[in-house]
């Protein structure tokens, strides 16, 4: 079980080291109680709790922002979405610093802590087999849009991660599949509007395509759109669905890096903005919990 959390955070570094250079972290304030923890190691055995409990608040943070959207609306999605994103920003850049494997593990806890204590309405606690209910169905659902779009045929599977984008413009039915913490879909959204068709690559490998939607295809992302979180302007011609995690380290980089002109063009009306759940990082906590494990069964095998 250690073992997989240390190849997580092995991982991290490589994320972190491609993307950007670190810089100093926001002054955002996160929990004191969680930056004791961080400060000290953990015993194993407390450790592999702490590891549950980082899966189980993982998933409930999601949970939380789906009730945010319900109750206050797309803007307070967006914010909070913002801010629990500089909280594990905050602890990546310490584990990043000081190798300290526990500010690796907690971050999802003080993400939860946050959205607890700013939306009290929305402070969800579900059952362990609930909360892995969730993961699984989300992970059946992106299989589902995988297979629609031809994600496999295009994209190396081991590269198919988050945070994942779909542009399409309804205009022209173009349509773009982007992968990874890179400023890749803008330039997917303008070729979009310009009605180009290329491929983006990286050292060889294909992390993103265009192709012109054909009528199922329409009728899949139309679909997707309307099951998302929507933001924005409904009738522009771009849309862009974005597959996330609140756990995503690349997620994090991506927003604290691109998410203020993402944040301006749906504010201003260019696209259409919608938010759908595909649980990678998260689901890698669960798969080192020895409560988790057992009950994603095959998925860990994977």
Same mark, same amino acid.
């Given at each position: 079980m250690l073992i997989a959390v240390v190849v997580l955070a092995v991982a991290l570094v490589g994320v972190l080291v491609y993307f950007l250079v670190?810089?100093?972290?926001?002054?955002?304030?996160?929990?004191?109680?969680?930056? /004791?923890?961080?400060?000290?190691?953990s015993s194993q055995s407390t450790q592999a709790s702490? =590891?549950?409990? #980082? $899966? +189980?608040?993982?998933?409930?943070?999601?949970?939380?922002?789906?009730?945010?959207?319900? %109750?206050?609306?797309? !803007?307070?999605t967006l914010n909070a979405i913002n801010d629990t994103y500089k909280i594990a920003y905050n602890y990546l850049y310490e584990y990043e610093y000081t190798n300290n494997i526990t500010y690796y593990i907690v971050y999802p806890i003080a993400q939860y802590q946050?959205?607890?204590?700013?939306? #009290?309405?929305?402070?969800?606690? *579900?059952?362990?087999?609930?909360?892995?209910?969730?993961?699984?169905?989300?992970?059946?659902?992106?299989?589902?849009?995988?297979? *629609?779009?031809?994600? *496999?045929?295009? =994209?190396?599977? /081991?590269y198919i991660g988050?945070?994942?984008?779909?542009? $399409?413009?309804? #205009?022209? !039915?173009?349509?773009?599949? =982007?992968? @990874?913490?890179s400023p890749s879909v803008f330039y997917?959204? /303008?070729?979009? %509007?310009a009605g180009n068709i290329t491929t983006f690559t990286y050292q060889g490998h294909e992390l993103g395509y265009? $192709?012109?939607? /054909?009528?199922?295809?329409?009728?899949?992302i139309n679909e997707l759109s309307s099951s998302g979180l929507g933001i924005g302007n409904s009738n522009a011609n771009v849309t862009v669905i974005e597959y996330l995690d609140? +756990?995503?380290?690349?997620?994090?980089?991506?927003?604290? +890096?691109?998410?203020?002109?993402?944040?301006?063009?749906? @504010?201003?009306?260019?696209?259409?903005?919608?938010i759908?759940?595909?649980?990678?990082?998260?689901?890698?906590?669960?798969?080192?919990?020895?409560?988790?494990e057992p009950m994603l069964g095959t998925i860990c095998q994977g």
């Open positions: 670190l810089k100093s972290p926001s002054t955002l304030t996160v929990p004191s109680s969680n930056n /004791n923890q961080g400060a000290t190691q702490m =590891i549950t409990l #980082a $899966f +189980e608040r993982g998933v409930e943070n999601w949970l939380g922002l789906e009730c945010i959207y319900n %109750k206050y609306g797309g !803007n307070a946050y959205l607890v204590s700013n939306y #009290a309405n929305c402070a969800v606690s *579900e059952s362990d087999q609930s909360l892995v209910s969730t993961v699984t169905s989300a992970l059946s659902n992106f299989g589902t849009v995988a297979m *629609e779009l031809n994600m *496999e045929s295009n =994209i190396p599977s /081991n988050t945070p994942l984008f779909i542009v $399409f413009n309804r #205009a022209n !039915n173009i349509t773009y599949v =982007i992968v @990874g913490a997917a959204i /303008n070729y979009s %509007k265009g $192709f012109k939607a /054909n009528s199922t295809q329409v009728a899949f609140p +756990e995503c380290p690349a997620c994090t980089i991506f927003q604290l +890096e691109y998410g203020g002109y993402l944040d301006h063009l749906i @504010g201003s009306g260019s696209i259409y903005y919608v759908q759940y595909f649980p990678t990082h998260v689901l890698d906590y669960g798969c080192s919990s020895p409560t988790i």
